[in-house]
């Protein structure tokens, strides 16, 4: 049956469209979530038919004016038009690329947009290529930013841990050391990175770092709002100071057994922690207009994190311990001032001692976000 309408993954086509065209669509379509596109089809959901099988064609273009090439399926499929009459339409369904960025044989990426395509910005782009693994961004120097604005005594404390007094080096050592750790580049302008870890105040140069908590009494966004902040600083400080909200706020379940109350058990504080650590670091810091949002409600806490999964990893796989590093920077800063490992073992813990208090937990991937819900 004919969709009634175009939209985000469906797309119509007469037969006169143009090799380019459909090379154009495909690579928009295996940018994002994937889609198909009805060929035979007008504007107006109504089948005008084809005069021959196009399949060979479809292939030879998704081979040759798709970089790199990608295999679709082709479904020929009998309609009926509204007078009654029979004619032959098809349905070309391309898959969610594995291969992203997708660009055509005229150097174009492309991606979808509600029902249109349009060629990708420079900021959408990025994200292409952040998701494919071809580039951090948390290696970028932040423009305006000087070594002034980073946290010497911050600094100072990471390099300890090597054994090395950062402070009483020479300023030319200093400097070689904070290049060599991509703290600053070789320009020795802060890095992403860098500034969210060590900033004396990030949220002035990178204005999506931060993250929003809010406490609803009840289960819906329009429930009534009992508390709101911000936390901003440098990541770590965000991320203490988000779990002590979150501790102050999380409910504690109790029951009288005789004379006494006994309290329930509760989720561990390395429960909560590694949620917003996995927050923090994993988040698309391109994505300039939103920061990291925390929701608490009656029934269970939000972690809504702005970006999409990277290109390799599935949302079942999460479970059993899969490692990913969209920001491998911050994923090294923060495993050095142990606030996290590389080994992928967080959200299995989480997923256990979620199990063990027989409470739900669900990853969704949606949009331009990646949310996860614990259920108290």
Known sequence: MIPVAENQYIEFKREETSAQTLAEEVVAFANGEGGDIWLGVDDNAQPVGLSRNYEEDVMNICRTAVIPP???????????????????????????GVDRPYYTSKNRYYIRVGSTKRIASREELTRLFQAAGLFHYDIVEVGGSQLKHLNQSAIADYFSRYKIDFLNETDEERERLISASDIASENLIPTVGGLLVFGITPEYHLRQSG???????????????RDKKTFLGPLPMQIDNALSALQANIPVASEIIGAKRV????????????????????RNYSIIGSQIRVFMFDDRIEFISPGRLPNTVKISKLTTGTSFSRNPLL?????????MDKLGRGLPMVYQEAQKLDRSLEFIDDGEEFRVILGL
Request: net charge negative.
């Open 263 to 282: 309290d329930q058990p509760s989720y561990p504080d390395k429960v909560l922690r590694e949620l917003l650590v996995n927050a923090c670091v994993h």
């Open 331 to 339: 994923v090294k800063l923060m495993e050095n001032l142990s606030y």
């Open 211 to 225: 993250i929003s908590f809010a406490v609803f009494e009840g289960n819906q966004l329009n429930s009534t709002l």
């Open 70 to 96: 990608i295999s679709p399926t082709y479904e020929t499929i009998v309609a009926t038009k509204s007078e009654g009459t029979t004619v032959n339409i098809a349905r070309i369904s391309i898959p969610k």
